[in-house]
């Protein structure tokens, strides 16, 4: 078997460069881009927010000042005051570590078991790829919000179950995606080869299919992040995801409903936070399809 | 096309059958006592929780209680509400009408509009009308429904007073939220019909339309929109689908009546047989709707051969 991982590890060097410049002709693609780079500055500036979160706040998310309830904008409180005196702002800016937290945990829970059984349903085919499928087929019979609903009213309320809910829903997107691709790719010739000299069935999977399915599925994640948030932000405005006094923007909102008359601010910037948020990886998921998939490009 | 058809309700039946185990096993996926569960904000005693237990038939066996369950859904019995104690089938007859109206104007709006932006933004692809059309179908997306009904609420009802901020009944109630719920769902067929216009406007028989001396608006309406709209019609299956889901949220912004509400309301109440009713209702409505859609494609568009 000595020989036979000589001659694995020759062509996948070779196939290695091969791909490098396939991902550097990508990033060219992407870079020239203008929604995409809007989407990519949006983005990183979302991360940096996030990251440095208690240095960019002036106050405290959940520090309750007696003296200022629902104050208008100012210089102080950039975005105003809450019902009970917490600085809009810092919450919206608090805000962005939950919605990014919920987006990647979801997108990591639907695009881990999605793609798995994606390459298992299509590689093997036969009777695994039917009980598979169908299975797929039952959860997509749950329209769009409706299975994160169900999966939130039997886990109870909470932004941990809200992050399940919402990633468990989203795996037939990627089992689909993945299958798909798997079908083409498992026809190649290289695949064929790999299987005459012997290489076993899991090495293929991984060494071999996985790395030529990849591209849609980072498109698929991309676009995901931003549809995660978006669900979650409405189970949490619902009231079945985050609990007080998490400074969740969903359930911000939720919150500001009641001022809405008067005091405006109070709903209208976590509402921002959210569309940017979205409207950014949005921006660059589209991007990154039209980079990856030079077809598809109108 | 017989067998194509057939072939497709074949399909629905395993899915069905799933829905309805999934559905089933909701109650018996909750981590620990589900009747404990449900009245966990009451002061019970064990003879109260071996009564709804009972009432639940959750001490028989498993195979038993689904054969009950499928049994009772197919004769239209869908259990007691716990709270209400009314049959979960009336609570959802009650709620049905509000959410109906709500989803099809809902679906007027996003059609005109998604329809309409869509072929200006292919008749003049790479102008003006066609990048701010892109802007607003990306907005669109992006945008939370919840937050689109707020503003309309601050914008049209606090401020304008052209229309009531909540509440549910004459067409007046339904103006904001339909719109709400339109607008949202109107980008996806925006782009769609951008780009199956497109498609469509390349093909020879829209050449040889134009070259013997149509008039433009002949060609554009009677061969291209009729064939760029097959594409389209598609997804209304889907559409059916997000306009129940955005349905639950508009409703809880405007404080409407109807099945989105109600289905919250049971979550946070843990009124599991309400829940598992509406959720058992939505999803097969769903299934066959993505069926008649289906099946209809087959015949708007000939050319299709199922074999």
């Given amino acids: 078997m000595r020989t036979c991982a000589k001659t694995d590890a020759l062509p996948s060097r070779r196939a290695w460069r091969a791909t490098s410049s396939l991902w550097l002709d990508a990033v060219r693609r992407l870079r020239q881009s203008k929604g995409a780079m809007i989407g990519l500055v949006l983005t990183m500036i979302l991360f940096a927010t996030a990251l440095l979160a208690p240095k960019v706040a002036p106050y405290p998310p959940n520090k309750i000042n007696v003296g200022g309830f629902l104050e208008r904008p100012s210089a102080a409180h950039l975005f105003g005051t809450d019902q009970f005196g917490r600085d809009v702002f810092s919450r919206v800016v608090f805000g962005a570590r939950i919605s990014l937290t919920v987006g990647f945990v979801a997108v990591g829970i639907a695009s881990v078991l999605g793609t798995i059984t994606g390459l298992v349903s299509g590689y093997y085919g036969g009777w695994v790829d039917n009980v598979l499928m169908r299975l797929v087929d039952v959860l997509l019979a749950f329209p769009g919000i409706l299975l994160a609903l169900a999966i939130v009213s039997i886990l109870g309320p909470g932004l941990r179950n809200v992050m399940v809910a919402v990633g468990v829903s989203a795996i037939p997107t990627y089992a689909r995606l993945t299958r798909g691709s798997v079908l083409a790719v498992r026809e190649q010739l290289y695949i064929t080869a790999a299987r005459s000299v012997g290489v076993n069935n899991t090495r293929i999977l991984l060494r071999h299919v996985f790395p030529n399915v990849i591209a849609p599925l980072i498109v698929a994640s991309t676009l995901g992040i931003g549809t995660s948030i978006l669900w979650a932000a409405a189970l949490s405005f619902l009231g079945l995801g985050s609990q007080p006094p998490e400074p969740e923007w969903g359930r911000m909102l939720s919150e500001g409903r009641q001022y809405l008359r008067d005091h405006w601010w109070i709903a209208t910037f976590p509402g921002l936070a959210i569309m940017i948020t979205v409207l950014g990886v949005n921006l660059l998921g589209d991007g990154l399809r039209d980079a990856l998939d030079p077809r598809l490009r109108a | ?307």
């Fill in chain 2, 1 to 307: 096309m017989g067998i194509y058809t057939l072939r497709r309700f074949v399909w629905a039946v395993p899915v069905v059958f799933g829905v309805s185990v999934l559905v089933f096993m909701m109650l018996h996926l909750v981590p620990g006592d589900p009747v404990k569960m449900m009245l966990s904000e009451f002061q019970t005693t064990q003879e109260q929780l071996d009564l709804l237990r009972s009432q639940l038939h959750l001490d028989e066996s498993l195979p038993k209680q689904y054969a009950r369950f499928v049994w009772g859904a197919l004769h239209g019995d869908l259990g007691y509400s716990i709270r209400t104690k009314r049959p979960v089938s009336r609570e959802i007859t009650d709620n049905l009408l509000p959410t109906l109206e709500l989803a099809s104007l809902g679906l007027l709006v996003a059609a005109i509009m998604g329809i309409g932006l869509g072929i200006l933004a292919a008749l003049k692809p790479h102008s003006w009308v066609d990048a701010s059309s892109s802007v607003f179908a990306l907005l669109g997306i992006s945008m939370p429904s919840f937050w689109l009904g707020l503003l309309m609420i601050f914008a049209f009802s606090l401020h304008l007073k052209l229309f009531p901020a909540t509440g549910g009944g004459d067409l007046k109630h339904l103006v904001l939220p339909a719109l709400t719920l339109g607008l949202t769902e109107s980008a996806i067929i925006a782009r769609l019909t951008r780009s199956s216009m497109l498609e469509v406007l390349r093909q020879e028989y829209i050449v040889v339309a134009r070259s013997k001396g149509l008039r433009e608006s002949a060609v554009l309406l009677r061969h291209a929109l009729k064939n760029a709209l097959i594409p389209v019609v598609t997804i209304f299956g889907l559409q059916f689908g997000r306009l129940l889901a955005g349905a639950v949220v508009v409703e809880t912004v405007f404080g409407r009546p109807g099945i989105g509400r109600l289905i919250v309301e049971a979550i946070i109440n843990k009124d599991f047989p309400l829940v598992q009713g509406i959720v058992l209702l939505v999803s097969c409505t769903y299934v066959l709707v993505n069926l008649i859609v289906d099946l209809a494609y087959g015949f708007l568009d000939p050319r299709i051969r199922y074999d």
